[in-house]
C-alpha cells in the first residue's frame, strides 16, 4: 500500500493550491512525508523553470519551500494529536511568514530534495526551517511560519 502525502488527505475543495493541490492540473504536486524526526518532499524542475542557462529560477525555490512548509506544519499538527494524517478532522495550514536565504544557484535537470524541520509548535502556528538540496548540497533554506487556515478562507 502506497504511503499517502499529507497533501492528498487536503479537502477537495482546499486541494487547488498551485505548489501542493493534487487538483491542480498545471501545478507542481508538491507531496510532503515524514522521514524519521524531518519532513521530505522531492520535486524535478523542468527546463522551463529556467532563471539563467543551467539554474533554477529562485521563485521556484520560494514556493517549493512554500508549500512543503504549509505541508511540514500539517504532519506536525498531526502527530501533536497522536493521530495519522488523514484522520479527521483534517489540517490545513497557510503561510503567515516566508524567508528564503538562496545559498548558492540551484542546478536544473536534477531532483531536489527538500527536508524540513519543525523548530516550534505553538496553539495554532508552526514554524518549520526548510532546507533545499540538489545531488546533496544545499542550495537554499527557508523558514516558514504555518497558520492553521482560518475558517473564514474555506470555501461555503
Same mark, same amino acid.
Given at each position: 500500500m502506497e504511503k499517502k502525502a499529507v497533501q492528498d488527505? *487536503? $479537502?477537495e475543495e482546499l486541494s487547488y493550491c498551485y505548489g501542493c493541490g493534487r487538483l491542480n492540473t498545471h @501545478? *507542481?504536486?508538491v507531496k510532503s512525508y515524514w522521514d524519521g524526526d524531518e519532513?521530505?518532499?522531492h520535486?524535478? $524542475? %523542468? $527546463?522551463y523553470h529556467i532563471a539563467v542557462p543551467g539554474y533554477v529560477y529562485g521563485g521556484l525555490i520560494a514556493s517549493l519551500i512554500d508549500c512543503h512548509g504549509t505541508g511540514s506544519a500539517a504532519l506536525a499538527a498531526y502527530k501533536a494529536e497522536g493521530r495519522e494524517p488523514c484522520t479527521e478532522p483534517p489540517f490545513r495550514f497557510v503561510t503567515a511568514s516566508l524567508q528564503v536565504d538562496y545559498l548558492k544557484p540551484t542546478p536544473l535537470g536534477v531532483e531536489l530534495e527538500l527536508r @524540513?524541520? &519543525?523548530l516550534e509548535l505553538k496553539g495554532r502556528k508552526v514554524i518549520c %526551517? &526548510?532546507?533545499v538540496l540538489a545531488n546533496g548540497e544545499i542550495t537554499a533554506r527557508g523558514k516558514v511560519v504555518a497558520v492553521q487556515m482560518p475558517e473564514n478562507m474555506r470555501p461555503m
Open positions: 488527505c *487536503y $479537502p @501545478g *507542481y504536486h519532513t521530505v518532499a520535486f524535478t $524542475p %523542468q $527546463p @524540513g524541520e &519543525i %526551517q &526548510i532546507r
